[in-house]
C-alpha cells in the first residue's frame, strides 16, 4: 500500500533512531495524535474505535485520571525512598480488593519488573529454578522474563528451567480441561525433576491472552494449583492482562478460578497509560526475601503514577465498570456468536468480560487462517476499528477495547466485522 507522506515520513525516522527491532502495527502504521474515551484520533482528524488498547482502560485520557496527575505532577514528584501519602492512600485501596493473605505489594514500573520480581521471590522461597509456562505465554522483556515467555522466540527455545504445557482447552484437554491441564502441568513438574531442575512455580496469564484467550469453565485453574503446593511451588497470577475488572467478574482473574494464587503481579492498565505495575504478595514470602534482599524502585509507585492509579480505582468503583465489562462483553459474545453461525471463517468465540477471542479458520479445512485474520483486521482499519491478533499462529482475534465500552460501540463493530467477513 502507498503509504501518506506524513506516515512514510514518521517510519523513515522511527526506522532511523530505533534500528530494526522495534514492532509496529498495521500495513499503514497509524499516526495518532490523541484520545478520548473509546477512541483514537489520527493525524487527519479521523475517529478509531478502540477495540484493542487495555491500557487507558478507563478510556483514553479520562478527565478524573488526568486532573489527579495534572495536580500531582505540579506538587510533588520524587523518588520512593521519602514518606508521602498518596502511594499508602493507593496500596491499602488497591489491597482491598485482594483476599486474604494477600496483604503486602510492591510497586515497579511494568508487568516486566512485576514479573521479574516475581521470579526471584519464587525461586527465592522454594529454592528452585523451573518454571512452568503455557506454550504460547508472554510475560515480558527482561532476561529472566524473557526465559518464561516462550512466544519471545523467534529462533531457538527458552532455557532447560522452562518448561511450557499446552494452554487450557479441549482441543488438548478434551472435556476435563482442569484435570488435563493439572496433569500436564505435573508431567511438565516430573520432567524437570528428572533432569535435576527444582520447580519454583506454575506462572499464568489468568485469561491465558498471548495463547489464544482461554477463560473457560471458570474454576479450571484450582486443580493445577492444588497440584503445584503439592510439589513444593508457587503460583503466579499474571494479573497484567485480566487485571482491574477487564474479565467482568471481580477485580482479578484468578478469583473466576476460584484460587487464591501466592504471587500476583500487574501492570498495563493500573495507571491508565502512567507507568506503573505491582508484586501483591503473602508478608511470610516478603520476609522471606527481606532477608536476603531489600527491594527499591526508583519510580516504582512515584506520586504521579500513585495519583493515576488511586484514580482508576476510583473511577472502576465509580462508574461500575466491572458491571459494564460484564454486561457489554456479554453483548459482544453473543453478537460474535451470532456472525460465527453465518460466517464459516468466524470460528470459535472465547473470553471474560471485556477480554475476547475469536478463531479464524480456512472455509475449507477448518484450520487456523493467519492470512484471513491479518485481512480482517486491515479491513476493520478500513472502517476506523483498532482490534489485534493473538495464538500461536496470529489467528484469534484480540479484542479488549477500553472497559467503558458501550453496546451500540458493539454493535457498530460487529457490523463492521459482519461486512469484512463477507467481503
Ligand atoms: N505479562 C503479560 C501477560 C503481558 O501481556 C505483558 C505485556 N504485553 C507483560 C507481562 C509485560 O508488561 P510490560 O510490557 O509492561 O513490561
Known amino acids: 500500500a502507498q503509504l501518506s507522506r506524513d506516515v512514510a515520513e514518521l517510519v523513515t525516522r522511527r526506522q532511523r533512531s530505533f534500528g530494526q527491532a522495534s514492532v509496529l502495527f498495521y500495513e499503514e502504521p497509524l499516526h495518532v495524535v490523541a484520545g478520548i474515551g473509546t477512541e483514537l484520533i489520527t493525524i487527519d ?80 522461597v522454594t529454592g528452585g529454578l523451573g518454571v512452568v509456562v503455557t506454550k504460547t505465554a508472554y510475560h515480558g522483556n ?7 515467555s516462550p512466544s519471545s522466540y523467534k529462533k531457538g527455545a527458552p532455557p532447560a528451567h522452562v518448561r511450557t504445557v499446552p494452554p487450557p482447552h479441549r ?35 489468568s485469561i491465558f491472552s498471548s495463547d489464544g484467550v482461554f477463560a473457560d469453565p471458570p474454576g479450571f485453574l484450582a486443580e493445577a494449583a492444588a497440584l503445584v503446593r503439592a510439589k513444593g511451588g508457587l503460583l503466579i497470577a499474571d494479573e497484567v492482562q485480566p487485571g482491574f475488572g477487564r474479565t467482568g467478574a471481580g477485580h482479578w482473574g484468578f ?24 508484586v501483591v504478595t503473602r508478608p511470610d514470602l516478603l520476609a522471606d526475601f527481606a532477608e536476603s534482599f531489600g527491594y527499591f524502585n526508583t519510580f516504582g509507585g512515584n506520586p504521579v503514577a500513585s495519583a493515576a492509579a488511586l484514580a482508576v480505582l476510583n473511577v472502576i468503583k465509580d462508574e461500575d465498570l466491572i458491571g459494564n465489562a460484564n454486561r457489554v462483553g456479554n453483548h459482544m459474545m453473543a453478537s460474535l456468536r451470532d456472525l460465527s453461525a453465518r460466517h464459516p471463517a468466524i470460528g470459535e468465540v472465547r473470553g471474560a468480560g ?59 463493530f460487529i457490523d463492521a466485522l459482519d461486512d469484512s467477513a463477507a467481503a
Open 255 to 278: 478469583a473466576r478460578h476460584g484460587v487464591v494464587p501466592d504471587i500476583v503481579t500487574m501492570g498495563k492498565p493500573m495507571g491508565n497509560g502512567m507507568p506503573i505495575g505491582g
Open 171 to 205: 482441543a488438548y484437554y478434551g472435556d476435563d480441561i482442569a484435570g488435563g491441564f493439572a496433569r500436564a502441568v505435573g508431567a511438565a513438574i516430573t520432567a524437570m525433576a528428572n533432569d535435576g531442575i527444582r520447580f519454583a512455580a506454575l506462572l499464568v496469564d
Open 354 to 412: 471485556l477480554y475476547v477471542g475469536v478463531d479464524i479458520v480456512n472455509r475449507g479445512t477448518g484450520r487456523p487462517d493467519p492470512a484471513e485474520t491479518t485481512r480482517l483486521i486491515n479491513r476493520l482499519r478500513e472502517r476506523h476499528i483498532l482490534i489485534g491478533a493473538a495464538g500461536p499462529f496470529g489467528a484469534t482475534l484480540k479484542i479488549r477495547p477500553p472497559l467503558c465500552l458501550s453496546v451500540g460501540e458493539v454493535d457498530r
Open 45 to 124: 482528524g479521523t475517529p478509531y474505535l478502540d477495540l484493542y488498547n487495555n491500557v487507558p482502560s478507563v478510556g483514553h485520557c479520562h478527565p478524573r485520571v488526568v486532573s489527579a496527575v495534572r495536580a500531582q505532577v505540579g506538587r510533588l514528584n520524587i523518588h520512593s525512598r521519602y514518606l508521602f501519602d498518596v502511594v499508602h492512600d493507593y496500596a491499602e485501596q488497591l489491597l482491598a480488593t485482594f483476599p486474604a493473605p494477600l496483604t503486602n505489594v510492591l510497586f515497579t514500573c511494568t508487568g516486566s519488573e512485576s514479573n521479574d520480581l516475581a521470579l526471584r521471590l519464587a525461586r527465592l
Open 142 to 148: 527482561t532476561t529472566a522474563v524473557t526465559e518464561v
